[in-house]
């Protein structure tokens, strides 16, 4: 069984950072998403296992970076200029055809709370 879990959500002021982490990304491809109240959940940021090749929405450019550190079964997603409309349950997603768009094993998710 394939298991992630999401930290390091949390309240942070609009302007402000969080680096999230998930633990037991294993060597596939890892995507992180996102579902905000009343709307659509969304990708925001996805990695290959090689970490040598990553993609953003378009939100998250300039502002979001997407990391792993495969020693340690991990990918960050490092957020910073934070808006309230950042704010969201985030979770990461991985699988053995995520580098075709097919994500299968998800997290629990960690919520983000941006104030104003």
């Known amino acids: 069984q394939v298991q992630l879990v999401e930290s390091g959500g949390g309240l942070v002021q609009a302007g402000g950072s969080l680096r999230l982490s998930c633990a037991g990304s294993?060597?596939?491809?890892v995507g992180w998403f996102r579902q905000a109240p009343g709307k659509e959940r969304e990708f925001v940021a996805g990695?290959?296992?090689?970490?040598?090749?990553?993609s953003y929405a378009d939100f998250a450019k300039g502002r979001f970076t997407i990391s792993r550190d495969n020693a340690k079964n991990t990918v960050y997603l490092q957020m910073s200029s934070l808006k309230p409309e950042d704010t969201a349950v985030y979770y990461c997603?991985?699988?053995?055809?995520?580098?075709?768009?097919?994500?299968?094993?998800w997290g629990q998710g960690t919520q983000v709370t941006v104030s104003s």
């Open positions: 997603a991985t699988g053995p055809r995520a580098s075709r768009g097919e994500y299968v094993y």
């Open positions: 294993g060597r596939y491809d």
């Open positions: 990695i290959r296992w090689s970490g040598f090749s990553s």
